[in-house]
């Protein structure tokens, strides 16, 4: 199986907010740009900094319960080695979100402190939110304001429309719909959006995702594969044996695991979409464990 995913889309409604995105700029202090734990670099859109300019921003890594722990603390550093300020973030069971709060107020101090000598007291600090599909937006802001009725769903790009959300009494947040941009240059990227859920499995080949999705887990996290699908080291090591083609080898471990999990059709075969189904599901919600699919250089 070869890598030929090549995504070149943006839909017309993306091009639409990219645009309200760009107008509402004028009316915000902080830009919160939030990114999946998981695949910090594949997450951040690349035509961001030239959108929001010299505007401070802040970067939220969140779903990091998902994300291994040792990438996790090797990327905040990176982060920081960039002169950014980033922050570890859970939305689901609000790890991080008290430091999230403090960093909007320290990086608005220096501007807070100018205003109170110029006797603007009480201008609340704006912030706006911002981050491709499916990273959390709307959990990340139901928890930071302690509220349930930002219209969180499974299914990417949910929240459709402008709000403003109180989060404390300085505090105002403007969330946005999710963007995406027009044309991924290398196809990892996708890979990596397809892997977390971002990019929909209805547009790439489901069995494709999760075939890559198990090359790198064998690459990277064995253990992980072994203990959630009931595989010994032996076994793995006897299936690559079989064959010298690497792509037949991670196909063996597909069915194997296909057949550790029932999923078996007539005369023996192995259902693939079950499986393929399987896998993404159980990386998406952790079962598999703690997995970084992009380590900090």
Excluded at 130 to 151: E, H, L, Q
Excluded at 285 to 297: M, Q
């Amino acid at each position: 199986m070869e890598n030929s995913t090549n995504i070149n889309w943006y839909p017309g409604h993306m091009a639409k907010t990219k645009k309200q995105i760009i107008a509402d700029l004028k009316l915000i202090d902080v830009v919160i740009e939030l990114l999946d734990a998981r695949i910090p670099i594949a997450s951040q859109n690349p035509n961001l900094k030239e959108m929001i300019g010299n505007k401070k921003k802040i970067i939220i890594l969140n779903k990091c319960d998902l994300a291994d722990e040792h990438e996790n603390e090797k990327w905040i550093k990176y982060f920081e080695e960039q002169q950014e300020v980033a922050v570890l973030t859970d939305a689901n069971s609000g790890t991080g979100i008290p430091d999230v709060i403090r960093k909007i107020e320290k990086v608005m101090q220096e501007d807070r402190e100018k205003n109170f000598v110029k006797g603007r007291i009480g201008k609340s600090i704006r912030v706006m939110i911002v981050g491709i599909p499916n990273v959390g937006k709307s959990s990340f802001i139901n928890r930071i304001s302690k509220r349930t009725s930002a219209g969180v769903g499974n299914k990417p790009g949910v929240t459709k429309q402008k709000q403003w959300v109180r989060v404390s009494n300085n505090i105002e947040l403007l969330d946005t719909p999710g963007v995406l941009w027009p044309k991924f240059e290398n196809e990892q990227v996708a890979l990596n959006l397809a892997y977390i859920g971002t990019i929909k499995d209805d547009i790439l080949e489901r069995t494709e995702i999760a075939f890559y999705l198990l090359k790198f887990l064998l690459e990277n996290y064995k253990d992980n594969l072994y203990k959630r699908y009931q595989l010994s080291k032996e076994q793995v090591e006897e299936i690559m044996s079989k064959s010298e083609n690497p792509n037949e080898q991670i196909m063996e471990v597909f069915y194997e695991i296909g057949r550790k999990r029932g999923a078996i059709i007539s005369r023996g075969n192995i259902d693939e979409e079950k499986v393929a189904r399987l896998l993404l599901d159980d990386f998406r919600t952790g079962k598999i464990g703690r997995i970084s699919l992009e380590k900090a250089k």
